[in-house]
Each structure stands twice: as C-alpha cells, then as structure tokens.
C-alpha cells in the first residue's frame, strides 16, 4: 500500500498558525458585530438601505438584531429627542458587554440643525460615543466605512483589559 508522507520542512512549513487569544477574540468580535435595529428619524432610512441587498450588511457578519439583549452595537440613526434620552439610555444599558455606539448623522452627534429646547445636543450626553459619522444624512457607504473603523478599532483591544467608563460629555 502507497504511504504518503508529508515533509512539511521542505515543502512550505509546519502548518500551524501561531496567534494571541486577544487578536482571535478581537477577531471574532469584529467580524460578528450585531447592531440594535433602533433608528430614531431619516438617517434611519440611510442605515435601512446599509441592510439592505445592494449594501449588503450580512457579508460583514453585521446582522441586525430586534433586541438589545442579543446587540453588541448600538447605531444612533437620527434626532434624539429628551423625551427619548431615557429610552435610549434604558437600552443602551440593557446590551451586555463589550459594546460599542456609532452616532450616525448631524442630528445624533450634535442636534444637528435642531438647536431647540427639545432636542438632545449630542447623543454622548447620555451615551459613550466610539464614532462619529457626520452628514445629514450619511450615505450608506459611509456608514459601512464606520463600521470598518470600529472593526479596526476592535481588533487593536485587549479583549480581557477592564476598561474604565467611558466619558459622557
Ligand atoms: S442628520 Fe439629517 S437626515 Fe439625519 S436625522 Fe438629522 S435631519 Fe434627518
């Protein structure tokens, strides 16, 4: 009977990948990351079209979720009214950790052109923002591109650091 014998040195290497368990965690997290379905005004159509086919969301490993429980992103589509602000803070608190926040537009980074007594200036008054997106409204280019920013961004963490709370503002 034929015996096939492997000789790994002479022929391309040991066939072993060598890593860190932080780069395979972070690997995971990043190619895994699950937004909350939370839009709040029109940027949230931009952030609709962003899931749908032609952007194709899923080929990211992004899928979105219809419960915070099962989210570990939190994209802020749109103008946060304060009658909302504890809404929003309620969910963001239910998403279990790691997770992270792309405010999405001029209206969720600032209040956008609604300087008014009713609008929140900024979502990272109530939540810690991890990226900024601005326009009014994003394309869904770009926030495919802020999704590849908070995937690099991932992938640079210790994935067992304790990081401290991040600042509101
Ligand atoms: S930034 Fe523009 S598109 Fe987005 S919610 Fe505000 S007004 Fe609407």
């Not at 034929?2 to 790994?8: D, G, L, Q, S």
């Not at 979720?65 to 009214?81: F, H, N, W």
Request: charged share 20%; aromatic share 10%; net charge positive.
């Amino acid at each position: 009977m034929a015996r096939h014998e492997v000789n790994y040195l002479k022929n391309s290497g040991i066939p072993i990948a060598l890593t860190t368990i932080d780069s395979l965690l972070n690997w995971g997290r990043s190619n895994s990351l699950w937004p909350l379905t939370y839009g709040l005004a029109c940027c949230a159509i931009e952030m609709m079209a962003a899931g749908g086919s032609r952007f194709d969301f899923d080929r990211f490993g992004t899928i979105f979720r219809a419960s915070p429980r099962q989210s570990d992103v939190m994209i802020i589509a749109g103008t946060v009214t304060k009658k909302h602000a504890e809404f929003t803070r309620r969910l963001y608190d239910q998403m279990p950790e790691p997770k992270w926040v792309i405010s999405m537009g001029s209206c969720a980074n600032t209040g956008g052109m609604f300087n008014t007594y009713a609008t929140v200036q900024g979502v990272d008054r109530i939540i810690p923002v991890d990226i900024y997106l601005p326009g009014c409204a994003p394309r869904p280019e770009t926030l495919q591109y802020a999704l590849m920013v908070l995937q690099k961004k991932i992938r640079k963490q210790k994935a067992f650091k304790k990081t401290p709370p991040k600042r509101l503002v």
